[in-house]
């Protein structure tokens, strides 16, 4: 997660192509493990940073 938050930190991608990076081939199933180990969504997160 550390690599996603990085990522989304870029903002240069969506987040199913942040995803997809990282070996998720579901962007839901990996919004769901951002959120449960961040207890913020991948969105959240984005916004938080902008």
Known sequence: MRAAKRMLRAGHA???EIADTL????PSY?????????????????????
């Open 23 to 26: 070996g998720y081939a579901n």
């Open 30 to 50: 990996f919004c769901q493990l951002f959120r449960k180990t961040t207890n913020i969504s991948p969105k959240q997160h984005q916004n938080q940073i902008s």
């Open 14 to 16: 969506s987040i199913a």
